[in-house]
């Protein structure tokens, strides 16, 4: 039997009435922040969110991220209860029942509040109505309860959390409770009212194909800002997030185009992923959230959530790998493959050129889950013919010959650097497979077989702007794990980097075109 589906932390999608799993505290309140953000600017409905915080998780930061977040967007369609019964799990919370403390601090972050017993059925009511009529804030219900309340030997007592009351004691329990209902009045709500346009997430395409020239250099950043304005120009649903990086992301041609549905989360990454699954919910929009690679490793845990919610948003990080230069080691993503290769329901995209860019905006779009596309900061050489067809988990073969000695796997920044090793190899008599694996998740395993065992060799060469660890290399070896003939050899970044040009970096890291020309030579100087 599986277990129940009613557990004390909502962590399900599994419940229709569930949009966001929050079992990892202090997330819900920026996925409601995304809710009525999308209900007062993207529906217009009336409808109005509501978001239950416990006096514990308010220790989180990242509820101050959504609080700021509402109150600079004056989401006064969002209201939270903060229930403050004093007891964490293992220790009372750092303000217990200190309520002006609360108000105070809910009031400095530019919510109106409402002081009320959490206990009086009255006083809710009259505040969720007073709630009602303020405008341009959110409201935070401050809700001073008691854990356990009416039940002797356990009310205002620690030690409690998480534990079912002993068998002999349930129904002296359960009796006292219910002597103190003195109303027997049967509460009769309105149905809420359905005034949300219908909305249609389906088929979404790029507006206009890529028309790049040939051997024109892009950088791949910038194609996702050009794709992302042609998808927002054939769905009204498409919009944006991004964490005040919008001019380097380049998701700030998406704002030029469409200013209405461009959303800033200023520098506040766990929020903005918080938001765009709010923005998601119920399949009201198509969100795209930009920012460098590397600062989606402090949003993890939200990624994680999430997919448990079954959440369907796009992330996409620019500034990967030691590529960008002189911005140093703090900005450079070189964690970001392995993160979201970890997440069940991710798919991960990493272009070579600015047309693959675009067919990888253009599918994310229409791909279930979360979608990770990795974007470079230098300008690299178009590739691809501007009518070439991608797919998800299908690579590309970019050089083949029948005299080829082993496959190079490479991607983004480093297929520049794949494709210059191969014609300088090829002047020596020496050819190699190039493949472009366009997804790292899925890999195209069978591309990748099929292409090496026509090699001489049977090996593979892997060359990354990531890690060792989780990367291009590690998902190609973990593909390749059953097959007993072919081996790989894995170049990427050996250890923290350091600032410098682009080109100092590659070549010190050696995956550059020289580090491979040399690693192909070593591999193969048993044929020559």
């Keep these: 039997m599986f277990p129940s589906r009613t557990l004390c932390l909502v962590s399900f999608q599994k419940l229709e009435f569930v ?109 969720f109505w007073q709630a009602g009529m303020i405008n341009g804030k959110p409201t935070m219900i401050i809700a001073k309860t008691f854990k356990g309340k009416g039940i002797e030997g356990i009310e205002d007592k620690e030690n409690w959390h998480g534990k079912a ?11 006292s409770i219910q002597a103190l209902i003195t109303n027997e009045k049967k509460l009769a709500p309105g149905q809420p009212t359905e005034d949300a346009p219908p909305v249609c997430l389906q088929n979404i395409k790029l507006s206009a194909p890529p028309a790049y020239k040939h051997l024109e250099k892009v950088a791949t950043r910038k194609a996702y800002g050009t794709a992302l304005a042609k998808l927002g120009h054939d769905n009204k649903n498409v919009i944006a997030l991004d964490c005040d990086v919008k001019n380097s992301t380049f998701s700030d041609v998406f704002k030029k185009a469409h200013p209405k549905r461009f959303i800033e989360c200023f520098i506040a990454e766990q929020n903005m992923v918080s938001v765009a699954v709010g923005c998601c919910t119920r ?39 030691i590529s960008i230069g002189e911005d140093g080691p703090s900005q450079m993503g070189l964690e970001d493959l392995a993160l979201f290769r970890a997440i069940p329901t991710s798919t991960i995209f990493y272009p070579s050129d600015a047309v693959s860019t675009e067919r990888a905006v253009e599918l994310a779009a229409n791909t279930k889950g979360i979608c990770f596309i990795r974007t470079s900061r230098p300008e690299t050489t178009i590739i691809y013919k501007n009518t070439e067809v991608f797919e998800v988990g299908k690579a590309k073969v970019l050089r083949k010959t029948n005299k080829d000695v082993l496959t190079v796997i490479a991607a983004g920044v480093t297929m520049r650097e794949a494709l210059a090793a191969a014609a300088e190899l090829a002047e020596e008599g020496i050819y190699i497979r190039v493949i472009d694996p366009f997804t790292i998740k899925p890999i195209d395993d069978q591309t990748i077989i099929s292409c090496t065992k026509c090699t ?50 590659m070549e010190k890291f050696e995956i550059d075109a020289k580090a491979i020309v040399k690693t192909v030579k070593e591999l193969s100087e048993d044929l020559y």
């Design 19 to 127: 949009d966001v799993a929050t079992g990892s505290l202090g997330q819900g309140l920026g996925a409601a922040a995304g809710m009525a953000y999308t209900g007062k600017h993207f529906d217009k409905a009336s409808y109005r969110v509501y978001c239950l915080l416990g006096d514990g998780e308010s220790s989180e930061g990242s509820v101050w991220e959504a609080m700021a977040f509402a109150s600079h967007y004056k989401l006064d369609n969002l209201m939270a209860i903060l229930d403050v019964n004093r007891l964490g799990q293992s220790d009372p919370a750092p303000l217990q029942h200190k309520i002006e403390v609360y108000r105070k601090r809910c009031e400095a972050f530019g919510w109106h509040t409402e002081v009320v017993d959490g206990h009086s059925v009255e006083e809710l009511c009259k505040a």
């Design 165 to 175: 009351i002993p068998k002999d004691e349930v129904e002296a329990v359960i009796n």
């Design 283 to 321: 399949d009201r929009t198509v969100a795209f959230a930009s920012t460098f690679s590397t600062f989606f490793c402090r949003a993890f845990d939200q990624l994680r959530m999430a997919a448990i919610s079954e959440s369907n948003i796009n992330l996409v990080g620019s500034h990967c790998g």
């Design 456 to 505: 001489k060799l049977k090996r593979v060469i892997t060359v990354e702007d990531h890690y060792y660890e989780g990367g291009l290399g590690e998902a190609v070896t973990a593909a390749l794990a059953l097959d007993p003939v072919i081996k790989v050899h894995r170049m990427a970044v050996s250890g923290v980097a350091f600032s410098a040009t682009s080109a100092e970096l």
